[in-house]
């Protein structure tokens, strides 16, 4: 390349780099085997084009670096201000050079609170022909825990923005500090009795927990229940959903609608015939058919809906349609519209136009509220089960790019782009979760509404919150559409707001928090989300010190500490090598497999040599995967100080198969379809758990370790 070519190159490259770091976009990243490596610039102009700039053009990146210096100046008050309970927030206000501002609060209360200036001058500077000054304002310490709304009045302009103040730690967190808890972890669909339709249930997890607060447990771990398709088919991950706000009606209990009760002999004989069935299937091993189930289902809910409800009934269902609003109402529409319209359809660029869909509206609305008692009726059963902490739901990291969320909060989310992880040590491919990311500027300036209110529904019946990614509140690895995981780039969000917001609807709901921090991650942020009381996880077989595994007593204590994850095969499974052989069996594996057999072979025995020297394991090592073996693995978390300890189920009945392999599609692996069996395959009912010896031997071993840890 000649000298003035290579000058223009090197120009555009700074240019577009420094706008890049503008608007909080990676450069360059470190990859998980500690190499620096460099962001395309294919990819960096994508992503910004994605966030709203212009970087086609070396003009067009000058102009757009222009317009990030001065937005902050063309506004009277920032989009939106987030601040910690008790501790110092100021709020930049922008008005003509020597105009006289007024700013005060409205606090959440509907009281009025002034606001006074400080001591920060900033030289004015022009913006758009106009010489433009800064004022600084110091808001009270004094402001309570809420939303406010914060104002300024200028001569000639006013402006208002919402005002957060958040805990500066999840009080919900710090109470954990009384003792130690143990709970269950399951994956609810999975789990089922002789009256599920063939998938595990909301009654089913009532049932679960019953069961697992008279064996001493504190909490019971299920995946997320979002909301996936209207009707069949559907999506299995309940990890990838149509809307993160609201429910999966998959999860209801036909009988258990109040309803029900009032059908006729007639109908009730129908769905009587629509069950038989699936109770059936709930004594095979066979793979979960979501789609039957939920075919069925809708056909039930269909009869039930007709019966008319008593005034009592008719009054909650007018309160819960208040309390949700309009995002229960978008949410309806899209479900009715998604019956008939394939992604694509021109009839969604008018969806007002309902032709008829209105019943269909109200329908899924009232699904929504069966599953909102549901859920309630379930976390009561917890609570009043002796399961302290109650049900802990999980917040899936995004949704569906032709979902609910994708259409009804479009303008907060970011076009074009996709989110995933870059290549680590187990997918060495990278993932792409196809999933849209939030637009931050744009979330910012709806004041996180749609982040808050999301938050809100999820947290209605719940015990905790588990934040599946966390480190997606700090940033998120965005993959141009179209492009491989290894194309993608880091993007940066504003943690001290999602995570603040996190904490204050936690708080609220008095909920606690658990963030999935694994994964790579820069080393400041489990600090970050430790300071502010958010819980952390570990997985035994993750845990290191260098080359060696960590020593329990290094564990965290504001932490999830458990054997082994959902990605992962059950501890019988895992010690017996599932996850190599279905690796190679899927072409997944980047060497020879003896390779990955003795370097699988070679962390496991340093794992367990730990747990020998612990006194846990005898020296002559037993079977792989033997009770025992799995016992002594969770003997030993329990010598950590991890506030919690996380029971896998599947391990407390020898479960082998894995659930979800990463990195797989449909037609290579059924991921999320397997139903609960023991070591030799055959089904686990709910109703036979209460005698199942493994269970109930599991489940001692973690009250005898706990209380053999108390000091």
Known sequence: MAGTEQNQHDHTDTLLRELAAAHRVATSYWGWDGVERAVSRETLRTVLGALGVDAETDDAARAALRDSELEPWRRLLPPVVVGREGEDTEVHVHVPHGTSVQVWITAEDGSRVEVRQADDWEAPREVDGVLTGRATFALPRSLPLGWHTLHAQAENASAECALVIT????????????????????????????????????????????????????????????????????????????????????????????????????????IEALAEPLHRADRSADLLDRNESFAAKLEAFELIAAVPRTP????????????????????????????????????????????????????????????DQQLEAAQRTAKESGVDLGIIHDLAVGVSATGADAWTLSDVLAPGVTVGAPPDVFNQQGQNWSQPPWHPRRLESSGYAAYRDMLRTVLRHAGGLRIDHILGLFRLWWIPEGGGPENGTYVYYDHEALVGILALEAQRAGAIVVGEDLGVFEPWVRDYLSERAIYGTSILWFEYDGDRPLAPERYRERCLTSVNTHDLPPTAGYLAGEHVALREALGLLARPVEEERAAAAAEQEAVLELVREKGLLPAVPAPDGSQATVEALYAFTALTPSSLLGVALVDAVGEKRTQNQPGTTHEQYRNWCIPLADADGAPVLLDDLAGNPRFSSLTKTMREALAAARP
């Not at 009592?312 to 998604?338: K, T």
């Not at 009839?347 to 019943?359: I, K, M, N, V, Y």
Request: overall charge negative; aromatic content about 10%.
């Open 312 to 371: 009592e009934r008719e009054a909650e269902y007018a309160q819960f349609r208040s309390e949700q609003g309009q995002g229960l109402d978008d949410f309806a529409l899209w479900c009715a519209l998604a019956e008939e319209l394939p992604p694509g359809d021109p009839g969604w660029a008018d969806p007002q136009q309902t032709h008829g869909r209105l019943e269909r509206v109200e329908f899924f609305r009232w699904l929504q509220w069966i599953c």
């Open 167 to 270: 805990p500066a730690q999840l009080a919900t967190n710090l109470r954990l500090a009384d003792r130690r808890r143990w709970g269950i972890m399951a994956q609810l669909y999975s789990v089922r009795s002789s009256r599920s339709w063939g998938i595990g249930d909301f009654a089913d997890l009532a049932d679960l927990a019953a069961l697992s607060g008279a064996e001493g447990a504190s909490f019971v771990l299920v995946n997320p229940l979002h909301a996936a398709e209207p009707r069949p088919p559907l999506e299995d991950s309940p990890y990838l959903p149509v809307t993160r706000r609201f429910v999966n009606p998959l999860y209801i209990r036909v009988e258990d609608i109040p309803e029900y009760r009032s059908l006729d002999a007639g109908a009730r004989a129908r």
